[in-house]
């Protein structure tokens, strides 16, 4: 078992991958500032060794907050792809596991699909991707070496390989999505479950693809995510009620998030998993104190069943691609708005308490500033695309 698992973690594995899918490491030039590829002039970035922790109480950390460790430095080399169909489909499918996706997704399936669905997705998602974030800081695993492997991402260079959060995200929205409607609307089962084995399995190949894991990496984060799936369905019903809830409701789904991401655990030098993970977990905190407020003050005209009723999905027409469309455009606008002006109030705010200099883009990596800001503007964030989008929409007759 240890040989097989040891050989899952090979990047001679993952290399090999590449290679059949027509991905390879361009002639030996060494490191250049602006290398691109000589065909599609993108960059592809090695992994390094991670570096050592630092020893001793307060050891590497200076006073404004940052370790004196540095980040594992990424350099520009060149790549050569021989099979565009693997390229656009993997390049594709990791943008199904990026937080692009899921800023599009869950609003769009809020506001034009169910919002039941969407509470159950946004929940399971935050729970899924908090546990995956804090394994990786615990486990500090690296990933894949390059060489043999070629790296197609560098923001996420200095972050731990296992689990893959991408895979862990990908799992827990499509099967939760299959299981949380399949007793809510008429469609056929197995057309279901193929799309959900389909779309997991494209993003956990794309990682492979695009050098940033292992094969034991993908297959740890599905088996993590399917186990916590297993785990959590009993208590899915109670996530139905949340809107029903306590009125400390808010207090608690606010001051506990805030505190696991400020507690988040410490790493050898900065990278951006904490402030993802804040990210995350403030939208989760901010849709559900949505919901909250939509059910307190009966915000919402349509009341979200609490237990699922089967429904016939309406046919696809013209009007109503039109009106989704229309909603999803106004109520993106909206979102952008609100994190832009909150965003820099936030930091304004902070700067000032803190007495930052503000072109200082360092100090926005500070733990007291990073944390704050980041939890305000995407908890108001959540509570925007749940409430006022709706209600914006409403106003516009969109509804």
Known sequence: MAELLWSLQDSQLVARFQRRCGLFPAPDEGPSENGAGPTDREARTPGLGHLPAAKGKGAGEPANGLRRLA????????????NYFYYYLFRFSAALGQEVFYITFLPFTHWNIDPYLSRRLTIIWVLV?????????ILKWPRPFSPPVVKLEKRVIAEYGMPSTHAMAATAISFTLLISSMDRYQYPFVLGLMMAVVFSTLVGLSRLYTGMHTVLDVLGGILITAILIVLTYPAWTLIDRLDSASPLLPVCVLVVPFLLCYNYPA??????TRADTT?????????????WINHFFQLVSEPTESLPVIQNIPPLTTELLAVGLAKFTVGIVLILLVRQLVQKLSLQVLYSWFKVVTRNKEARRRLEIEVPYKFVTYTSVGICATTFVPMLHRF???L
């Open 267 to 272: 790493s050898d030098y900065y990278s951006p």
């Open 129 to 137: 991707m908090y546990i995956g974030q804090v394994t990786k800081e």
């Open 71 to 82: 980040a594992p430095q990424a350099y520009v080399e060149k790549y050569v792809v021989k």
């Open 396 to 398: 516009l007759g969109l």
């Open 279 to 291: 990210t995350i977990l403030a939208a989760g905190a901010g849709v559900t104190i949505g919901f």
